[in-house]
């Protein structure tokens, strides 16, 4: 399987990792011929007592009953000493309480002090209304140490998961590559892999060609991650939406982040109406970063320099919504279409705030709201657009109370992607019709493939799309990440030998990309990649002491799961934008007139009030030939400005003049462009903060000059913007001469 990303109440695997406990036990009397009855009654008493222990949490007994040197190993490859592993079984017995597990030994060896045992130990969930059934064959060694057998290491040899009877999954090892083979690999992978210049948003989108040309005509292209919280992979999905948007005629891009948070979003991004930082704050935490507020600040620019281009906008697809909002939204519409159902509604809508969560009864309740709108859609002289947002509002609603009364893990996660699936489509032939979509969210949310009864979000959208569904998975090898925010950043070791992620670091490229659908299956890695894989992938709540290789590798088919493959060899933590006062913001080439020149500069950032004021900036492209810079704040109190330079010695004894445009939104107390020119010992000999002409409230692109001498012994010429008060400031098409 592999390890997908749940939110709050979801756990990382219904699987649970190669527990060897029980209370029933059979033997097999023929297999152990050769044996003697006593010692195969033995370990028959050892098999017991170790299932006791377990069915305890007893960990003195299975200290006792294990070697110190114990070890066990999964399918994937993954190995676990004593301490991890007794620790995992504990983890599961609280997750899952009701389980119940029998072992049937199916052959016995001994010889001397030492004996070989295959088993097949069933683990059954008594809870489970799908009859929810793991039965793992294993392999385990046992040593006769001072007079009593001990277990000295374990080994899956096959993994069957049911449900409703039917096998829903079957894990086996995986069959190490030789020398030769991954060399075979390795040679391939050099020459089918197209190497990716950047994560870094801004500048030429060329090195993503190859990723345009196999989307093609694909309807909704979702973009995935291996982990949340990682620089690379927001950046690149961010590069990713503008290749879509400016080349490609994708409008929507739909997150995996509540619906109603993601209202506030849109807004900002259609209208500039709001704050972008407060707007992420109300999604999930691991989008709470600079990456992804860098993304939105260049949608809501684009949007402002569209001209007939469609608007770009944003939605939210996840149903684990607030649930207070929800009911706001729902109640807002039946009291201007109908008031005097709102105590009624208002009533069915309370079960979504019950204590300990909605109960079963509660879809009813929602299933009447349901009813309620729609007939009050009919009469109604509303706009379509609230109608959609109170039906939306209601199906969101609905779906969060037949997530939560689901008793049962694995029908939460199935019942949250089948939602998540439903909400794109609706947005897809409802709210958007005929737009194309990129989505947002995890890879275990995207993929089409499904395991140990789980269905992601993808598989459905697979089944309804087919190819007009794209799908754009993420790997990495090693590096930092911070997975549920900006709490607390975990350190990712390099992956394992056996895992696939190492086969793909062998090709030195430290980003490249993989397109999986043209992988010609009859090679050496057409093989590999179709076939079962150890693959590492992190969810929002991983910490460093989740990060054993048992817990967070599990076997994938890339080529089922995925269209495209991007690897990141190293990967860094996204950045928090509330940090946005250290100095380096982006690097920034500005392009100069006629008679000037060209220079790099990095745009430094400070501020009187860093916790209200942020800034940020993306690289030049072609719709921005010199960046796109902005400077933001929350505050009425203080200012903020970006710092960049220009190279002095080119300009002595000359007059120099800046240039460019400038955009403003909700500005209460000024912004501006400013330019200074200092001599020795840092003396101002001129400057212009452009306090006469400083832009106030909300404008349009509005052309700036700044005109200024410099000395022949100048020593530095600085420019940037200043903002002072509460607002948002915009600049581009920035020029020298």
């Known amino acids: 399987m592999i390890v997908r990303d749940t939110q709050t109440r979801q756990i990382i695997t219904w699987v649970v990792f190669a527990a060897i406990s029980g209370s029933n036990i059979g033997t097999a009397p023929a297999s152990a011929q050769g044996a003697a009855p006593s010692t ?21 007994a299975l200290f006792n009953l294990l ?17 991890q592993y007794i620790a995992d079984w504990n983890e599961t017995i609280e997750n899952l309480p009701g389980l119940h597990v029998s072992i049937q030994v199916e052959r016995l060896n001994v010889s001397g002090n030492a004996a070989d045992a295959v088993v097949l130990l069933t683990q059954r969930y008594t809870r489970s209304k799908h009859g929810a059934l793991d039965v793992q064959r294993e392999d385990d060694r046992w040593s006769l140490r001072n007079g009593s057998w001990v277990l000295t290491t374990g080994r899956t040899m096959s993994d069957t998961f049911y449900l409703d009877g039917n096998v829903a999954s079957t894990d086996a090892p995986v069959a190490p590559l030789t020398a030769s083979q991954r060399s075979a690999v390795t040679a391939q992978l050099k020459e089918v892999a197209w190497p990716i210049h950047t994560a870094v948003p801004g500048g030429s989108l060329q090195d993503l060609a190859p990723l345009e040309g196999a989307i093609g005509a694909s309807r909704i292209v979702a973009m995935g991650e291996a982990t949340h919280g990682t620089s690379e992979f927001f950046s690149l999905k961010d ?54 507020l860098d993304l939105i600040e260049w949608m809501r620019a684009y949007n402002l320099t569209r001209g007939n281009r469609p608007p770009l906008r944003f939605v939210g697809i996840d149903m684990q919504d607030d649930p207070v909002a929800l009911s706001g939204v729902i109640l807002r519409f039946v009291k201007a279409a109908r008031p005097a159902d709102v105590s009624l509604v208002s009533t069915q809508l309370a079960c979504l705030r019950a204590r300990g969560g909605p109960t079963p009864d509660c879809v009813g309740s929602i299933a009447q709201v349901e009813s309620t709108v729609t007939n009050e859609a009919r009469g109604t002289t509303l706009s379509r657009d609230e109608i959609l947002q109170a039906e939306h509002a209601v199906t969101v609603a609905r779906e969060q109370a037949q997530m939560e009364s689901e ?91 056996y895992a696939v992620e190492s086969v793909l670091r062998s090709t030195g490229q430290p980003l490249f990309g993989l397109n999986l659908r043209q992988m010609p299956a009859g090679t050496p890695l057409g093989a590999l990649l179709s076939s079962e894989q150890p693959m590492r992938t992190l969810g929002a709540f991983t910490s460093a002491k989740d990060l054993v290789d048992s817990q967070t590798f599990g076997n994938v088919r890339l080529i089922d799961s995925f269209d495209s493959l991007i690897f990141v060899d190293e990967m860094h933590a996204a950045h928090s934008f509330e940090l946005q006062h250290a100095p380096v913001v982006r690097p920034l080439t500005v392009p100069a007139a006629s008679g000037g020149v060209t220079w790099a500069t990095k745009w430094l950032f400070a501020s009187s009030d860093p916790s209200s004021y942020r800034a940020g900036g993306d ?96 020593r530095a010429i600085r420019f940037g913007l200043l903002l002072r008060g509460r607002g948002r400031l915009w600049a581009t098409n920035l020029e020298v001469q």
Not at 40 to 60: F, H, M, P, S, W
Not at 69 to 82: H, S, W
Not at 259 to 283: H, R, S
Not at 673 to 682: K, L, T
């Open 67 to 83: 070697l110190p040197e114990f070890e066990f190993t999964y399918t994937t490859g993954a190995r676990e000493n004593l301490a």
């Open 40 to 60: 195969t009654g033995a370990i028959a008493n050892a098999y017991v007592a170790l299932a006791e222990a377990y069915q305890r949490a007893d960990k003195a």
């Open 407 to 497: 008793p049962e893990l694995i029908d939460q996660v199935n019942s949250r992607d089948r939602a998540m699936a439903y909400n794109l489509e609706w947005f897809a032939t409802t709210a958007f019709p005929g737009a194309r979509i990129a989505v947002w969210a995890h890879d275990g949310h995207i993929m089409t493939s499904n395991s140990n009864g789980m269905v992601p979000m993808g598989t459905y959208l697979r089944k309804r799309y087919g190819a007009n569904y794209y799908v754009i998975g993420f790997g990495f090898d090693r590096g930092s990440v911070s997975p549920n925010g900006m709490a607390a950043v975990v350190t990712v070791p390099p992956a394992p030998p």
């Open 619 to 714: 690289a030049p492209s072609a719709s921005y030939p010199s960046g796109l810079l902005w400077l933001s704040s929350v505050s009425n109190i203080g200012s903020g400005y970006t710092v960049g330079t220009i190279p002095v010695a080119t300009h002595r004894g000359k007059r120099l003049r800046l240039t460019g445009v400038l955009e403003a939104a909700g500005v209460d107390k000024g912004a501006e462009a400013w330019m200074v020119v200092s001599g020795p010992n840092g003396k101002l000999e001129s400057f212009d903060y452009m306090l006469d002409r400083s832009l106030q409230g909300t404008t349009d692109w509005t052309p700036f000059t700044i005109a200024l001498d410099v000395p022949k012994d100048a």
């Open 239 to 292: 590069r990713i939406f503008r290749l879509l948007a400016t080349k490609m005629g994708f409008t929507v891009l739909a997150m995996e982040t509540p619906w109603v948070g993601g209202l506030a979003i849109d807004k900002y991004v259609t209208t500039g109406q709001g704050d972008a930082p407060a707007a992420l704050a109300g999604t999930f935490a691991v989008w709470d970063n600079q990456e992804v």
